[in-house]
Nanobody, 125 residues
Framework: VQLQASGGGLVQAGGSLRLSCAASGPTFSSYAIGWFRQAPGKDREFVAT????????YVADSVKGRFTISRDNAESTGYLQMDNLKTEDTAVYYCAARSPGRLHGTNRATDYTSWGQGTLVTVSS
């Protein structure tokens, strides 16, 4: 699975961004995907995941009510809609995929075998 993340940028606090994760390779609907982020000087942390069919989205408590994960299997693309952004959301955001056949997402980075290159989100005050 190859992943290409895009959509990052500079936004003011309270603003919105939508990240995209374009996938190629094995059938997109055969695996779960997730989003993680890494802020400067911090460990990579879980943000959100969604299962193979687009159901059972799960987001971290830190972004609950503000971020929404979704996927379009026909377009082989995953999305992370980020609303009401805060300065503490500043980070490099990575999309990730589990191995084909792994249908359900988890919040553990080690469960994901393919990673995109990351897209930088900067939230200014």
């Amino acid at each position: 699975v190859q992943l290409q993340a895009s959509g990052g940028g500079l936004v003011q606090a309270g603003g919105s961004l939508r990240l995209s994760c374009a996938a190629s390779g094995p059938t997109f609907s055969s695996y779960a995907i997730g989003w993680f982020r890494q802020a400067p000087g911090k460990d990579r942390e879980f943000v959100a995941t969604i299962n193979y069919g687009g159901g059972i989205p799960y987001v971290a408590d830190s972004v609950k009510g503000r971020f929404t994960i979704s996927r379009d299997n026909a377009e082989s693309t995953g999305y992370l809609q980020m609303d009401n952004l805060k300065t503490e959301d500043t980070a490099v955001y990575y999309c990730a995929a589990r191995s084909p056949g792994r249908l359900h997402g988890t919040n553990r980075a080690t469960d994901y075998t393919s990673w995109g290159q990351g897209t930088l989100v900067t939230v200014s005050s």
